[in-house]
């Protein structure tokens, strides 16, 4: 009876399903909840929706995103908890813009996740100009600190992300990487096991079991994310990743309700 509250839908362009499709697979896989959390728009990149179409919703889609949230969870009252969230970027220097927009959305949780460095997508299989894996590394590093100490979020999105395209140079703890994990024990947010690393082919979720037992030594609360951009996917790997959690030291998982969370036992 676990929680999984990462999941997209077909509004952020590179998803399949409804939101609908996503709780009837939460359901069946006898979820105690499901989160929805689509991306929502990518508002440090302008007006434009569509300037970089099949990345998020655009921003006309998200009162019609936030009104069906809400009428999914009543219609499936009673059969599984239905959390109403969102995936919101963090761009250095945004802070007062992200604080301010999501204090004013009814919403259950935010995942905040690091997806751009400035313009550049961590997505990107080439580096930005003139700068090295070590200086993308430490400006991501930072920016996750920076996301942590914002105030805008509950969860912080797939921690070491930026492995996706092996943009992160040295896997060991480095002192930058451990004091990002103080950072993030100290300012209260979660992050999250997301399992959609097993399912993208790198062997590993995010993040890395070695990250994970270092977030579990400070004390950083965790929840479970299958990061669905298909209804099939909706839970996938939890098993397993429930085995992980536990082998570095966890024993519960948080669910969050009104932006405020609590634990959950695994067993």
């Known amino acids: 009876m676990l929680v999984d509250y990462h999941t997209h839908h077909h509004r952020c362009g590179h998803a399949s399903g409804n939101l609908e499709d996503y709780v009837e697979a939460a359901a ?3 979820l105690s909840e499901v989160g929805l959390s689509d991306h929502s728009p990518i508002y440090h990149l302008g007006e434009d929706p569509h300037a970089l179409p099949g990345t998020a919703m655009s921003h006309h889609e998200f009162s019609s995103y936030l009104k069906e949230m809400h009428v999914v969870r009543d219609r499936f009252r009673g059969r599984v908890q239905v959390r109403l969230g969102v ?10 813009h992200y604080r301010a927009l999501w204090r004013s959305m009814p919403l259950d949780y935010v995942i ?25 590394y430490d400006e991501y590093l930072h920016t996750t600190q920076a996301a942590a100490r914002s105030g805008a979020y509950d969860v912080i999105g797939h921690l070491d992300c930026l492995k996706t395209r092996g943009h992160i140079p040295d896997l060991r703890l480095t002192p930058l990487l451990e004091d990002t994990v103080r950072v993030l024990a100290d300012s209260g947010v979660a992050i999250e096991l997301n399992t959609s690393g097993w399912r993208k082919g790198l062997g590993e979720p995010y993040p890395r079991e070695e990250l994970l037992a270092v977030c579990c030594h400070y004390g950083v609360p965790v929840t479970l994310g299958s990061d669905a951009h298909r209804p099939e996917d909706v839970a996938a790997d939890f098993p397993r990743a429930a085995a992980l959690l536990e082998r570095v030291g966890y024993t519960s998982i948080m669910r969050f309700e009104n932006r405020k969370k609590a634990p959950f036992p695994l067993r």
Do not use: K, M
Not at 87 to 96: I, P, Q, R, T
């Open 28 to 30: 069946r896989a006898r």
């Open 112 to 136: 905040g996740s690091v997806h751009w460095l400035g313009q550049w997508s961590i997505f990107s299989p080439e580096l930005p100009v003139g700068q090295s894996p070590d200086d993308v």
């Open 87 to 96: 995936e919101s970027d963090y761009v250095l220097g945004w802070d007062e």
